[in-house]
């Protein structure tokens, strides 16, 4: 085979084009990984690496529950430390109408069989040492979720596609992509032309522009978030928290280095590519940490960034073959992108390789209504 | 410079550490953040970034010029959780 020419090329070395391009050469397949900068530039390299099950779709809750099952065997796989840790997610109830949603979330996550419940003020106390009970009703607490490190995940995944005959090229950036025939041939970089008759799409915020070199319009629109990191301390308490409030927010301390790094949904929303940090983000996220954890007021802020949410109408993926022959579709993720991407991964090298996956992913299809909105997004 | 000399001092990272990835064919400082957290921690690579830059252009022979530094974020020093909180901006 030439050197320019591979069994696959994944476009996009995030989560997503590491962990599919990972299992596809596992499969024997040769795999090439064109990048545009350098991995983990855009969305996954910005996310603060929460894993989580509690969903209400069930598509997504059994998408993250072999997602968890892969998380926590992925240190042995790439023999070094991902810094998976789980120590839950804790959605807390600072109203009635929140906590009956949970109640009734619970519900269905229970069929599944997650070991989730609902949990008082006192025992969010108890497992956040300091949480400001003050209108805190409960949560609704899985401690099976947790958080793994983003950086050695994907550099973890990248370098086994390496050590299996695969390549990454940094800096490449794609600029056209060539059929013959509706079936995919080649993609075009500014460092040469690569050829493969199966290409994926795994470019995240840039999904769309990427389909519409093949004529596909993907319904994908990256939003604007922002995160914050403190300074590293000490263990405080394990899970992730999550305030739904309009003005909430929602951190977790690192495990690996003991910072604390955190988020919250802007209202109104972002749209846009603009990744500029903001003096309002950098007032209000603290605000809304310390009234959730007081004690939390001593620790300093050392850096803040922006990045990506890739928005689908609906709030799910699209992870999907096209209808042009050999290219495939796997992004829109709405900022839950690092948690989904191992089973993803996974489930689309079943899909290229033997047209169907192991677990049916209809309601990921790039054609589907975008009707069913996720509750816990 | 001996090898075990910690050339990220906040995220205690050796310069054996950082050739060892420069070796594994990780050419700029982006990666070699990404990859060993140097330049992350407290001081925001304000000590490392620049002797980092420098070991990357000895060993690869890529001219100092020529490396992209990694992004400067705010805030220029650590800030309390506490001040962040109280500050008011003056078009309130």
Redesign the interface.
């Known amino acids: 085979m030439k050197n320019n020419t591979a069994d696959v090329i994944v476009i996009g070395a995030g989560i997503i084009g590491a962990a599919t391009g990972y299992y596809l050469a596992k499969k024997k397949l040769k795999v090439y990984v064109l990048e545009k ?5 855009g969305s996954t ?1 910005r996310c603060i690496g929460g894993i989580r099950q509690q969903y209400t779709h069930p598509l997504s809750i059994n998408v993250m529950k072999e997602s968890v099952k892969i998380f926590s065997s992925l240190n042995k796989e790439f023999g070094k430390d991902i810094e998976w840790f789980p120590g839950g997610y804790l959605f807390l109830a600072h109203s009635e109408e929140q906590k009956n949603t949970y109640l009734s979330t619970i519900q269905i996550q229970h069929k599944f069989n997650l070991p989730v419940r609902f949990i008082s003020a006192d025992e969010c106390n108890n497992i956040v040492n300091g949480i400001n009970t003050e209108g805190l009703l409960g949560g609704a607490y899985c401690p099976t979720d947790g958080q793994a490190n983003p ?1 050695a995940v994907t ?1 973890g995944y990248l ?1 086994r596609i390496k050590e299996l005959n695969g390549k990454v090229f ?1 800096n490449s950036n794609v600029s056209k992509i060539k059929t013959s025939g509706n079936k995919a041939k080649s993609v075009i970089t500014n460092c040469g032309e690569y050829f493969a008759p199966v290409v994926i799409n795994a470019t995240g915020s840039w999904a769309k522009h990427v389909s519409k070199m093949v004529g596909l319009d993907v319904p994908i629109e990256p939003e604007r978030h922002e995160s914050l990191v ?3 301390c000490e263990r405080l308490f394990d899970p992730m928290l999550v305030d739904y409030r309009s003005d909430g927010c929602y951190f977790i301390q690192n495990y690996g ?1 003991g910072h604390f790094i955190g988020c919250y949904t802007p209202v109104p929303n972002n749209p846009g590519y603009d990744r500029r ?1 903001s ?1 309002e983000f ?2 209000e996220m ?2 809304r ?2 009234r959730l954890v007081p004690r ?10 922006a990045g990506s949410y890739e928005m689908t109408p609906d709030g799910n993926p699209i992870v999907d073959k096209t209808p042009v022959e050999g290219f495939y579709i796997s992004a829109g993720m709405c900022g839950h992108g690092f948690m989904f991407g191992p089973a993803l991964g996974k489930y689309m090298s079943e899909l290229v390789t033997t047209g169907k996956t192991s677990l049916p992913l209809d309601d990921f299809a790039l054609n589907r209504s975008f009707g069913k909105a996720e509750a816990m997004k | 410079m001996k090898q075990n000399t910690i050339i990220c001092r906040c ?1 205690e990272i050796t310069e054996k550490e950082i050739i060892k990835v420069i070796e ?1 064919g990780y050419h ?1 400082l ?2 070699i953040k ?2 060993l ?1 140097c330049g ?3 001081c ?1 690579g304000r000590s490392c970034t620049m002797i980092i830059a420098r070991i990357l252009s000895q060993k690869t022979g890529q001219p100092m010029s020529k490396i992209k530094i990694t ?1 400067s ?3 220029l020093k ?5 001040v ?2 109280e ?1 008011k ?1 003056h078009e309130e």
Do not use: N
Not at chain 1, 296 to 305: A, C, F, H, P, T
Not at chain 2, 78 to 82: A, D, G, N, R, T
């Open positions: 900068e350098f991995p983990c530039f390299g950086f550099y370098q940094t403190t300074e590293a280095t940090a003096s950098i007032t603290p605000r940490m310390s939390l007021k001593e620790l300093k802020v050392i850096r803040q960034w | 995220e594994q700029s982006d990666e990404r990859l957290r992350m921690g407290h925001q992004t974020r705010p805030p650590p800030i309390s959780i506490k962040l909180s500050y901006s």
